[in-house]
């Protein structure tokens, strides 16, 4: 029972699309524009032109003395997305930077569902 539970497990985490909730492009001081990509299940992406991916995971919420309300993204390179929810203000900060740089955001819209296929990673031993 228990390895008939596990392989139905495994096999939803096969079958199981990547729901992409939306997109937005952010263009920021020192960097080309960027798109940002939000999942519903709290997956971020960011890219930028040449080549140039960052992932996150969830979203920190705070709030300012004012009380606005914030979310910061803090992706795996350093960089953070910061956007004020009260204002819809949106700020980067890059890696061993802490200068809050203003941005300006596109409408978001919502993305088609992409289904990812698998990788056998299994002739590369050290991945």
């Not at 990547?18 to 492009?25: K, L, P």
């Not at 001081?29 to 930028?48: K, Q």
């Not at 698998?118 to 050290?126: A, K, L, V």
Request: with cysteine; charged share 25%.
């Amino acid at each position: 029972m228990k390895a008939a539970m596990i392989a139905a497990g495994l096999l939803a985490c096969q079958i199981a699309p990547a729901w992409s909730e939306s997109e937005f492009q952010i263009n920021c001081p020192g960097r080309p524009v960027m798109t940002v990509s939000r999942a519903n299940y709290g997956l971020s992406t960011v890219m930028w032109p040449e080549g140039h991916f960052q992932i996150a995971s969830g979203q920190q919420r705070t709030r300012l003395d004012e009380g606005d309300k914030v979310a910061i993204t803090r992706f795996r390179n350093g960089d953070q997305l910061i956007v004020n929810k009260s204002s819809q203000e949106i700020f980067f900060v890059y890696r061993d930077s802490d200068k809050l740089l203003p941005c300006r955001r596109t409408n978001k819209r919502e993305v088609d569902v992409l289904s990812l296929e698998r990788y056998d990673d299994s002739q590369h031993p050290n991945s």
